[in-house]
């Protein structure tokens, strides 16, 4: 794995510290990837959160508009996981909370299995990291914002904070350094938003409890999702995209099986494959959230089409890259 800092995503002019964070959508291997098992996730690079720190007499101020938070550090309750951050970092770093507005704007939508959390706590790090001249590691990153993660999933795997720390594709197994994925070909992938969102707090909890009840039947489906993965982690790097596409189609069938698809999710991916798509499957913790679809290029837009006309309300488009996947574009068709 790189190990390079974060100045890549970071910039400074006239005292006011600018970072950022992308967001990333997951391949193949969500929810068993909490048990054990393998999953591959891929940064978004064109969709990101970024967090502007201006100097500012006072106490640290957040403003977050999006979620309606306009309120200075010690106004907010020190669970809460912007203030969680900002807490762990300065604790981490040994300074205190500048004295700055620390605005988050993001591009990624909330709640719907693209990071948009992780992505927010990456950028804060970074930020606050730059404000006092630290450049952190990525695997530092990554803890610190893990911690955070811990509020929103409750017993997260750490591959969301992994992914948009490194932001590099991984193939990641929990308690294991996270290995990066070196395609043979770019993977266009559409990204579709079912609209509906998705509590991945409650899903992996609800499935934990299932889990409980019969840890064998849900032991062997995980297996299979893992061995799903493994094969599409070859046909990735052997450059076979059919191959690809057919274990995300087997992928989303055993997620229908663990109980985390819903009929929307269900309706999106049919329409994608009915319309050409490669392969098509829910990406993150499922009942709402997205769907992905490998596609060939030039089936794109008539799959996207597809996608909208059966409910999605947003369509992004990616090709996850060649190793680094900084070019990784995404483009919001919408
Ligand atoms: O953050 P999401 O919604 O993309 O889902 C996280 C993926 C899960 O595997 C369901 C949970 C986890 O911690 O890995």
Known sequence: ???????????????????????????????????GRPAIAAP??????????TPHPGPLHIQAPAVGIDAPLPDLPSDQPLARIILLTAEHYRFSPPRAVLRIESQIPVASGLG???????????????????????GQVSALVYEVEKIY?????????????????VYFVRG????????????PLLIADSGVSSPT?????????????????????????????EAARRAIEAGDPPELGMRMNRNHELLREIGVSSPVLDRLVEAARRAGALGAKLSGAGWGGNVIAL????????IERALREAGARNVWRTDVGTGVSKTGRVADHG
């Open 1 to 35: 794995m790189g190990t390079g800092g974060c100045a890549d995503y970071v910039s400074g002019v006239e005292g006011t510290i600018r970072a950022s964070a992308a967001g990333k959508v997951i391949l193949l291997g969500e929810h068993s990837v909490v048990y």
């Open 116 to 138: 948009s959390g992780a992505a927010v706590s990456t950028a804060i790090v970074r930020a606050l990291a730059a404000w006092y001249g630290v450049r952190p590691e990525p």
């Open 44 to 53: 978004l690079s064109g969709l990101r959160a970024t967090v502007t720190l």
């Open 201 to 229: 707090r409650e899903v992996v909890g609800d499935l934990r409890r299932r889990w409980e009840t019969d840890p064998t039947h849900y032991a062997a489906l995980f297996d299979r999702i893992a061995a799903e993965v």
């Open 176 to 187: 294991r350094s996270p290995e990066p994925f070196s395609p043979r070909f770019p993977l």
């Open 295 to 302: 596609v060939d290029p030039l089936a794109a837009e008539e």
């Open 153 to 169: 999933h409750g017993t997260p795997s750490g591959i969301d904070n992994t992914v948009i720390a490194y932001e590099q594709p």
